[in-house]
């Protein structure tokens, strides 16, 4: 059992900043890629960025140069650093993780339960 436990969102000015942090925890022998997916109102979910397990990162256009994703991989974390956050930023913020579970050892992709960040004036 994989659980991925997210903290860190709320409310923020346009401009401001705000940095989401997301736990995994249980029957984990590793953790290949982690990253960050959104849903805003009406629209399907979407790559916000991703970081492999050497530290590789692709983001979505949209949030380049704003945002950065890093994992502390002692602690099984990752997190997104948000900064000049825009209002279309409002959304459902969604954890991330492909990750090895015993006994199979295949790959399950494994989600946190969604944190809300709203950008508002």
């Known amino acids: 059992q994989v659980q991925l436990v997210e903290s860190g969102g709320g409310l923020v000015q346009p401009g401001g900043s705000l940095r989401l942090s997301c736990a995994a925890s249980?029957?984990?022998?590793?953790?290949?890629?982690m990253g960050w997916y959104r849903q805003a109102p009406g629209k399907q979910r979407a790559l916000v960025g991703i970081?492999?397990?050497?530290?590789?990162?692709n983001y979505a256009d949209s949030v380049k140069g704003r945002f950065t994703i890093s994992r502390d991989n002692a602690k099984n974390t990752v997190y997104l650093q948000m900064n000049l956050l825009k209002p279309e930023d409002t959304a459902v913020y969604f954890c991330?993780?492909?990750?090895?579970?015993?006994?199979?050892?295949?790959?399950?992709?494994?989600w946190g339960q969604g944190t809300q960040v709203t950008v508002s004036s």
């Open positions: 991330y993780a492909a990750i090895r579970v015993p006994p199979t050892f295949t790959l399950n992709n494994a």
């Open positions: 970081i492999g397990s050497g530290g590789s990162t």
């Open positions: 249980g029957s984990i022998f590793s953790i290949n890629a």
